[in-house]
């Protein structure tokens, strides 16, 4: 009775509190206070609050594209296992749902920002969706992996902690590199170093900042609170192979979860602080050594 309550509140009120954890980590790794913990649910809230200017030149396809993504997260979130808290949402082949439908909302991002006519927007969007050819095999790979080690064709069955053999010692290695290969994924879909710079102000390094140049109000703060939630759930999906909470009741399991998933956002913030960002020929290379990682524990599982 408690499942879905429990799933919606830590799906809807914690992801902006993960990048709270990762600015404040960067800021600890520079010597600085930085801001608070709670300063994105502030810079949220207040552009939910603006005005918003919106071009002549632009369509309904401006306007949906944060709509859209926002949407997709939530769904997206509601279909995966967050610990000994089941998903919402589940079905045989949901997975595949699951992988498209960030297809979706990158589809939208990428109109909305070609519906303004920048070139600069249309610059980000031509490396967004040039990168997202390399994280969606890897992504993919990583499924086929937890398919093969659980039996189980839904992202439920995949996750499940505790309950199947993927966490048996003897599929330690398989496992390991897909939760290495899962963790360059998130960095590389959710624009963190060192395959983009979610902070830059230099145009001509953007990948997805250059896509939101000119969204403002509302559609801004959609576009943060959206990529907050997608953060959370793709650390979620690391968090679900390196965390067995299923001894635990569902109350602390979930306490135990929001704890892992900070901790998940330290450990970017660090990686931030101590690597630069790689330069931009250089980026496919560590978006296929995620697809060589998965890849490589799906075959080590044929047999």
């Known amino acids: 009775m408690i499942a879905t309550p429990l799933h919606l509140l830590l799906l809807l009120v914690l992801p902006p509190l993960l990048l709270g954890v990762i600015n404040k980590t960067k800021a600890f790794f520079a010597g600085r206070v930085g801001a608070p913990f709670l300063q994105p649910y502030y810079d949220i809230a207040k552009l939910l609050r603006k005005g918003m200017v919106v071009s002549s030149t632009t369509t309904w396809v401006f306007i949906a594209g944060p709509v859209v993504s926002v949407a997709v997260a939530v769904v997206a979130g509601l279909m995966i296992p967050l610990g000994n808290v089941g998903p919402v949402l589940s079905f045989t082949g949901d997975f595949l749902l699951f992988a498209y439908l960030f297809a979706l909302a990158r589809f939208f991002t990428v109109s909305a920002a070609l519906d303004t006519g920048s070139p600069f927007e249309g610059m980000g969007s031509a490396r967004e969706v040039t990168f997202a050819v390399l994280t969606e095999p890897a992504l993919f790979f990583a499924f086929l992996a937890l398919a093969r080690l ?142 060589l990682l998965c890849g490589s524990a799906f075959v080590m599982l044929v047999r």
Do not use: Q
């Open 150 to 291: 659980s039996g189980s064709l839904s992202l439920g069955g995949m996750f499940a902690i505790g309950s199947t053999p993927a966490f048996s010692v003897g599929n330690a290695a398989p496992l390991v590199l897909v939760v290495v290969g899962l963790f360059i994924v998130l960095l590389a879909e959710n624009c963190r170093l060192p395959v983009d710079d979610p902070t830059t102000h230099l145009e001509l390094t953007m990948i997805h900042e250059a896509m939101v140049l000119d969204h403002s109000g509302p559609l801004l703060g959609l576009i943060e609170y959206g990529s907050s939630v997608k953060l959370f759930v793709l650390e979620s999906l690391v968090l679900n192979l390196v965390l067995p909470l299923s001894a635990l009741p569902v109350w602390l399991g979930a306490a135990a979860w929001a704890v892992g998933l900070i901790a998940v956002s330290a450990v970017v913030g660090v990686i931030e602080s101590s690597m630069a960002r790689l330069r931009m020929s250089r980026v496919p290379t560590l978006l296929i050594a995620a697809i």
